[in-house]
């Protein structure tokens, strides 16, 4: 028997991210609702109007976006804290050329702007560092085509972790 159900991608959200996203979506929403006579922008330029064609269209692009991002969204569930790299997880690499470490969130880099930097799963460092466990070495390519080996030194449930400098 063969299936024709997707498995939709979920995607891992802070609650502070969540209330962001929710909150940008209901700006979107109410552009079409304000009444809009005759806007242009200071330079005159009609595309300045919120409601241009085009401006719809950038902004009907972002509600879908948005909306699928809420409608696949882990909102502050933690993963298991078994110390393997997942979204959700705050990863602490070192760059193993350098020696030089990093601790960012594995999570939706557009959604995020807290005190944190954020990489997606997707990118290259997420993807290579997925299901990575501690103390593990990983490669992966930059866009200019060169590799980077990193050690995954630590991964905790973004609940468990503690900013730099907090008590």
């Known amino acids: 028997m063969t299936s024709t ?3 939709t991608k979920r995607v891992w959200l802070t609650p502070d991210a969540h209330r ?3 909150a940008e979506l209901a700006d979107l929403f109410a552009v079409d609702a304000t009444p809009v006579v005759g806007v242009a922008d200071e330079a005159g330029d009609p595309d300045g109007d919120l409601r241009s064609p ?3 269209r950038q902004r009907q692009e972002r509600i879908r976006e948005i909306q699928e991002l809420l409608n696949t969204a882990v909102v502050g569930e933690d993963p298991p804290d078994d110390g393997v790299a997942e979204p959700g ?3 602490t690499v070192r760059y ?10 594995l999570g939706m880099r557009a959604a995020e702007h807290g005190d944190i ?3 997606s799963p997707d990118s290259p460092l997420g993807a290579a560092l997925s299901g990575a466990r501690r103390g593990e070495q990983r490669t992966y390519r930059v866009p ?9 030194l630590d991964a905790v449930p973004y609940g468990h972790h503690r900013p730099a400098g907090a008590p």
């Open 5 to 7: 159900h997707h498995a």
């Open 20 to 22: 962001r996203l929710r």
């Open 54 to 56: 085009a401006r719809r």
């Open 89 to 91: 997880m705050v990863l």
């Open 96 to 105: 193993d050329d350098t020696a030089d470490t990093e601790t960012f969130l």
């Open 117 to 119: 930097e954020v990489y």
């Open 144 to 152: 200019a085509g060169g590799t980077v080996r990193v050690t995954l």
